[in-house]
């Protein structure tokens, strides 16, 4: 605006000023609606309600076209619909609330002392001031939510088309990836997935053919790996890492190497490839040990060299956070039943198939507790997420799990022995683990609207149910077990130096 010439009216501004002028009168209608049906149903009933009908039609033909007149010239004054409209949050709605407030203070002046002939019901003039004010307020309010956050989702979304959505599962052949992939897939997403397959391509058989599945076998720690990865992706699920306290404590400088500096060096080349949206796979086990409820914002003490690399990619994700680049962290509670890699070194399915083949339930400890979460809800809470406007799960993290599912291991170990009650349940007073934690979830609940689907008792069916079947023979077979996987290959192999010594070795044999 050129200072000494008002404002030109353009046909944006005429549009607003239609809207608010819209608003007034329904502002208005609406509380002389409410005054008239105040009288007839309590004041007075044997009132004529016609002529009563026809005297406030009457007062609203007469004020409505003052009213409206005076709150347009002083939004007009208040910048309404030039400079106000880069104001901001809770200053917009006091500076929209103010001039309400002044507009009708004016048309009363008015109304009473000018005119004197326009004879509005005090009370419906209170009534009409407080729903202009949140029309107008919830109006912008809206406004603000749909430039900022809806119009750019949806702009995203056609630009991309639901069917070329591309998104990369980093460790994606693993526990959760196996149960992610085939909900991505069923969602519309392309998928890119990024796996070295230690554990083979069984675990995702099931889709590995999909037409809208894209299979990169690499190493992730690879920086030309990831980089080739990464082409053409708007979105990255990272979940690749070595999980659980026994299989990390196999070799710590591995451990680091695969859980942390290779999370950094990915989320790096993401922020780098301008990738809108990444999620990071976290634990729990950050928590620690606390007798107390904890939720996302509660002091982590992790006890493990997992915990520890986990809360450690947390920290590096937040660091290199910006605008643009606000990656999004689950804190998955322990997991348990059945996915296309299935694992039996977690507690839930150990006890069950020990309880099932063995005959015998052994609980040590038990009065620790733990959050449980079936692999299924875990990888529906992930696509959830994804599908869920960046603007509500940027920056977040989210506990993934749910309160009635907080379980003691005594407990838990009860609850298996009611479904096997011919196995002997053993209580041992005492365990080396020093992790005890209750983990509250109501965040992703009230966020995103997730409930599992799967109980503890549903998890331990299922393992009991594919044990029955012959689907699961041998429990304690190597594929089931990170650390058994790990220790019977050996860490060696996934030495970043593997390369060299085999070099080596060649050459001092040949």
């Known amino acids: 605006m050129v200072e000494g010439h008002s404002p030109r009216i353009t046909t944006g501004m005429l549009a607003r000023m239609v809207a ?30 016609a002529a009563k009908a026809h005297e406030y039609l009457s007062i609203y033909l007469q004020a409505s076209w003052p009213l409206m007149a005076i709150c347009l010239v002083v939004f007009l004054a208040n910048g309404f619909y030039t400079y106000g ?44 001031c407080v729903l202009s004010i949140f029309f107008l307020v919830g109006a912008r309010l809206w406004t603000h939510m749909w430039e900022t956050v809806i119009k750019p989702e949806r702009e995203e979304l056609k630009k991309l088309g639901k069917g070329e959505r591309k998104t990369l599962v980093i460790g994606g052949a693993g526990y959760i990836g196996s149960a992610l992939l085939p909900k991505l897939l069923d969602a519309g997403h392309h998928v890119r997935l990024l796996d070295s397959f230690m554990f083979g391509e069984e675990p995702i058989g099931d889709v590995i053919d999909h037409p809208n599945l894209e299979v990169l076998r690499g190493d992730f720690r690879h920086v030309e790996n990831v980089v080739y990865a990464m082409r ?35 989320a790096e080349l993401a922020r780098a490839s301008h ?54 962290i689950f804190r998955f509670a322990t997991i ?38 079936h692999v299924d809800d875990a990888a529906r809470a992930v696509a959830m997420a994804l599908d869920a406007p960046a603007a509500l799960v940027a920056g977040e993290i989210f506990n993934v799990g749910s309160n009635q599912q907080n379980q003691t291991i005594s407990d838990l170990g009860n609850l298996i022995h009611e479904q096997v009650v011919s196995a002997k349940l053993t209580l041992h007073p005492n365990d080396d683990d020093p992790r005890n934690y209750r983990v509250e979830f109501k965040k992703i609940r009230n966020h995103l609207g997730f409930e599992p689907n799967w109980t503890i008792e549903d998890g331990v069916h299922q ?26 290959d050996g860490t060696n192999r996934l030495a970043r130096d593997n390369w060299a010594r085999e070099m080596i070795r060649s050459l001092a044999s040949s």
């Open 20 to 49: 608010d002028a819209a608003m007034i009168h329904v502002a208005l209608v609406t509380a002389l609606s409410v005054r008239l049906f105040g009288i007839v149903a309590f004041q007075d009933p044997e009132i004529d309600t």
């Open 85 to 128: 409209r880069y104001y901001q949050g809770r200053y917009k709605a006091l500076v929209v609330s103010q001039a309400v407030c002044l507009s009708y203070l004016l048309f009363g002046f008015f109304a009473y002392f000018l005119v004197g002939t326009i004879r509005i019901p005090r009370i419906a003039l209170a009534i009409s």
């Open 232 to 266: 053409d992706v708007d979105t990255v699920v990272h979940l690749g890492a070595i999980v659980g306290d026994p299989a990390c404590s196999l070799d710590e400088h591995l451990t680091i190497d695969i859980n942390l500096s290779a999370t950094r060096m990915i």
């Open 275 to 328: 990738v809108r949206r990444f999620f990071f796979a976290s634990t729990c086990s950050v928590y620690g040990a606390c007798d107390e409820m904890l939720d996302e914002h509660s002091e982590v003490q992790p006890v493990s060299l997992y915990g520890n690399t986990k809360l450690a990619s947390e920290r590096v994700l937040q660091s290199l956070a910006t605008p643009d680049f606000a990656p999004t």
């Open 336 to 373: 348990y039943g059945l996915s296309g890699r299935t694992r039996f070194d977690l507690v839930v399915n150990l006890l069950a198939a020990k309880a099932k083949i063995d005959g015998e339930i052994t609980v040590f400890g038990g009065d620790q507790w733990r959050p449980f979460c």
């Open 463 to 488: 393992v009991l149910e594919a044990i029955a079947s012959g689907e699961v023979t041998d429990y304690q077979d190597v594929r089931y077990s990170n650390v058994k996987h790990l220790s019977q």
